[in-house]
């Protein structure tokens, strides 16, 4: 039975949420049409760009995003509390950033801007909308339906109505939704390592931070580190995790559990964090969490039964 968003996720409380955006049929978002030849791997810097520009913009923390062909990840935390602490002109800006001016100048961008806070009504709902899940999605997904329609010459929807969510409950459901993600391309077969898998954040990590941040606390890849930023974890420790659980997850590449990474010890048992961040694809629904944390959202929701209960107590008693 499909739950209207707005009564898994409280307006205005923000949270931490793994998000599935999938294209229509068999259009393409990147990759190579096997029928045709044609390649949309160019697409893949459109969707990395307007990431970027959505964590500049919103009150958000990028933990995770992953590129496919035609489907995206993002793993990501909202904040209300921080658009607050924004003035109107803040606000105002921001947004004119994400819905420029059809004459894109700076004179005009000033103009639009300016036009919004002569408004301090809108500008308050602005304000809300910055830390709104259902409007980042919006805004990631809209631009790049119309630019993927305009080249291929066509009218209609790009994307599917509605985009998955799964509200993640704690650090643990948050760490292993982030190594789902990141190992996304390696588990298809897009990708050998990590380290070549492409429009990913794990490559991005790997791809723009020094050797010294290695040791460094892991901060979110893109936008803001917020009052949860994850999770008492060094990039380096956090790379050797999801290496290890990639070799879990493909056939014939399993490492014994004491061979597991120190720093899963703060989070999991060895014999079924595998397990764990396999069934954020298919073993959980929308929520990811304790057995309390979905009987707890399945009573909020009038429910009986929610997907992933059966599982999380399987987890609970495991190992």
Known sequence: MTTARSQLITTGTGGTFHCVQRCVRRAFLCGQDRYTGQSFEHRKAWVEQRISLLSDCFA?????????????????????????????????????????????????????????????????????????????MKCLAEPLARAANAEDACKGRFWEGRFKVQVLCDERALLAAMAYVDLNPVRAGMAETLAVSDHTSIRHRLATLTPADLDRPLRPVLGQATARTPLGLSLRAYVGLVEWTGRQLRPGKHSMAHDAPRALACHDDADRWAMRVKAVGSGYWRVVGDATDLIATAERLGQRWLKGIGLARQLANAG
């Open 60 to 136: 958000v923390a990028i933990h995770a995003y992953a590129v496919m062909s035609n489907h995206l990840h993002l793993v990501l935390q909202l904040d209300p509390t921080l658009p607050a602490a924004w003035s109107d002109a803040e606000v105002a800006t921001r947004w004119v950033r994400l819905f420029p001016p059809r004459e894109d100048a700076e004179a005009a961008r000033d103009a639009k801007r300016d036009r919004l806070m002569q408004q301090p009504d809108y500008v308050t709902v602005l304000r809300e909308r910055l830390s709104n899940l259902s409007w980042l």
